[in-house]
């Protein structure tokens, strides 16, 4: 296995970039989207899960064919479909329209990050590829950190459909370089030539015989439905409790990000003095802190200092997982994270739906509260003893 890529990490990073930034730009948009198309915050919530869920879906497809006809071929032709689907998303005239783009535009970006994720997995050895995925990550999480930024600076100061537009047109520039790096490969040999059909979930079956993969899938589920669920609701949160700017609310946002950040350039150490069992708790910990002093710290500036320790927390415990992931099934590391990937996203997109239930219904608080429990379980469920995880 050696760890000089193709493709570099650069590359891959541009295009994660891109994907996850197209995914957080809506955090500090919901609240501006719901009043544009005169629909209650909960309502417009549907334009999360409608991206989410086909994202997590489609994982399932995406894995088994870049394992069989090529990695960078599947990134490439979803990087371009994602390109335009993001652009058309500036042209809606109603919430059912732009949910419809989401959908579809949710549904090739499954093909991006996943197997990015499982590209590293197969040119890095595993004593180097958390540190690596790390690198990589340090590029997605900063989509992160500015999707929300730029979110909140279209959102306050020009039109919430323009951020659309600019992340298709650079998003083809995107898939135009990485057409090119393919180029000049050599065609690659494929192991197998049978056609895509139910065959193709077959390994997906196979993997989940094995505890930890159970542990694992179920785990990130858990994580995306109560995390990035509740997650959503952040901005409309502060938008309504503290009437902040959305540019201040992207920026505050934004703090997950840098959280995650700080994980990214101090992951070596994090390793060396927690190890991956104590990643994952304290990660856990960090999160429950977050979510429940959101709910009972009513104090707007004390949001940014834990936005900053949730994306930490996150991070570490996410990593984890996902480093975990690209070691389940070595000769089939697509099929792999791809469904850790499916788990996350329909995770999140359910919990979304079911959050908005509750905003609706009951208010912000009680959201933070269940996620802020629900992570703190999480963290000392996955690092039980009979988990058998085989932490490092």
């Given at each position: 296995m050696t760890n000089k890529t193709p493709v570099s990490l650069g590359l891959l990073g541009a295009a994660g970039f891109m994907v996850i930034a197209d995914i957080r730009v809506i955090d500090p948009l919901l609240h501006i989207i719901a009043d544009d198309f005169k629909v209650g915050v909960g309502s417009a919530a549907v334009i999360v899960s409608a991206y989410t869920i086909p994202y997590g879906l489609f994982q399932l497809v995406y894995g088994p064919l870049s394992d069989r006809i090529g990695k960078l071929k599947v990134m490439t032709a979803a990087m371009a479909a994602f390109a335009v689907g993001t652009a058309a998303c500036a042209f809606v005239p109603n919430i059912a329209i732009l949910a419809l783009l989401r959908f579809l535009t949710g549904m090739v970006a499954a093909g991006i990050i996943p197997i990015a994720l499982a590209y590293i997995g197969d040119n890095f050895a595993y004593e180097e590829r958390q540190t690596a995925i790390g690198r990589y990550l340090s590029a997605v999480i900063l989509g992160q950190v500015l999707g929300g930024s730029l979110g909140g600076i279209f959102g306050e100061y020009l039109r919430w459909r323009d951020i659309f537009l600019l992340f298709g047109v650079v998003s083809f520039i995107i898939a135009a370089l990485m057409w090119r790096v393919t180029q000049r490969l050599p065609k690659q040999q494929h192991r197998t030539s049978s056609p895509m059909g139910l065959a193709t979930f077959k390994p997906y079956y196979q993997l989940m015989q094995l505890a930890i993969a159970r542990t694992i899938i179920i785990g990130v589920f858990i994580e995306g439905f109560f995390v990035f669920g509740a997650f959503a609701y952040l901005g409309a949160f502060l938008k309504d409790k503290y009437n902040l700017s959305y540019l201040i609310i992207g920026f505050m946002l934004s703090g997950f990000g840098v959280g995650g950040l700080i994980y990214t350039?101090?992951?070596?150490?994090?390793?060396?003095?927690?190890?991956?069992?104590?990643?994952?708790?304290?990660?856990?910990?960090?999160?429950?802190?977050?979510?429940?002093?959101?709910?009972?710290?009513?104090?707007?500036?004390?949001?940014?200092?834990?936005?900053?320790?949730?994306?930490?927390?996150?991070?570490?415990?996410?990593?984890?997982?996902?480093?975990?992931?690209?070691?389940?099934?070595?000769?089939?590391?697509?099929?792999?994270?791809?469904?850790?990937?499916?788990?996350?996203?329909?995770?999140?997109?359910?919990?979304?739906?079911?959050?908005?239930?509750?905003?609706?219904?009951?208010?912000?608080?009680?959201?933070?509260?269940?996620?802020?429990?629900?992570?703190?379980?999480?963290?000392?469920?996955?690092?039980?003893?009979?988990?058998?995880?085989?932490?490092?």
């Amino acid at each position: 296995m050696t760890n000089k890529t193709p493709v570099s990490l650069g590359l891959l990073g541009a295009a994660g970039f891109m994907v996850i930034a197209d995914i957080r730009v809506i955090d500090p948009l919901l609240h501006i989207i719901a009043d544009d198309f005169k629909v209650g915050v909960g309502s417009a919530a549907v334009i999360v899960s409608a991206y989410t869920i086909p994202y997590g879906l489609f994982q399932l497809v995406y894995g088994p064919l870049s394992d069989r006809i090529g990695k960078l071929k599947v990134m490439t032709a979803a990087m371009a479909a994602f390109a335009v689907g993001t652009a058309a998303c500036a042209f809606v005239p109603n919430i059912a329209i732009l949910a419809l783009l989401r959908f579809l535009t949710g549904m090739v970006a499954a093909g991006i990050i996943p197997i990015a994720l499982a590209y590293i997995g197969d040119n890095f050895a595993y004593e180097e590829r958390q540190t690596a995925i790390g690198r990589y990550l340090s590029a997605v999480i900063l989509g992160q950190v500015l999707g929300g930024s730029l979110g909140g600076i279209f959102g306050e100061y020009l039109r919430w459909r323009d951020i659309f537009l600019l992340f298709g047109v650079v998003s083809f520039i995107i898939a135009a370089l990485m057409w090119r790096v393919t180029q000049r490969l050599p065609k690659q040999q494929h192991r197998t030539s049978s056609p895509m059909g139910l065959a193709t979930f077959k390994p997906y079956y196979q993997l989940m015989q094995l505890a930890i993969a159970r542990t694992i899938i179920i785990g990130v589920f858990i994580e995306g439905f109560f995390v990035f669920g509740a997650f959503a609701y952040l901005g409309a949160f502060l938008k309504d409790k503290y009437n902040l700017s959305y540019l201040i609310i992207g920026f505050m946002l934004s703090g997950f990000g840098v959280g995650g950040l700080i994980y990214t350039v101090t992951v070596k150490w994090l390793i060396r003095k927690l190890g991956e069992r104590g990643l994952i708790a304290v990660g856990g910990w960090l999160l429950c802190t977050g979510y429940l002093s959101v709910a009972a710290f009513h104090n707007s500036m004390l949001f940014i200092l834990l936005s900053i320790l949730m994306g930490l927390g996150f991070y570490m415990m996410h990593s984890t997982l996902q480093t975990k992931a690209t070691e389940l099934t070595p000769e089939a590391r697509g099929t792999a994270v791809s469904l850790f990937a499916f788990s996350l996203f329909m995770g999140q997109g359910i919990g979304a739906a079911v959050f908005g239930r509750i905003v609706d219904n009951s208010g912000y608080i009680p959201c933070f509260i269940i996620a802020g429990v629900a992570s703190a379980l999480l963290s000392v469920w996955l690092v039980l003893p009979k988990q058998r995880m085989g932490f490092q």
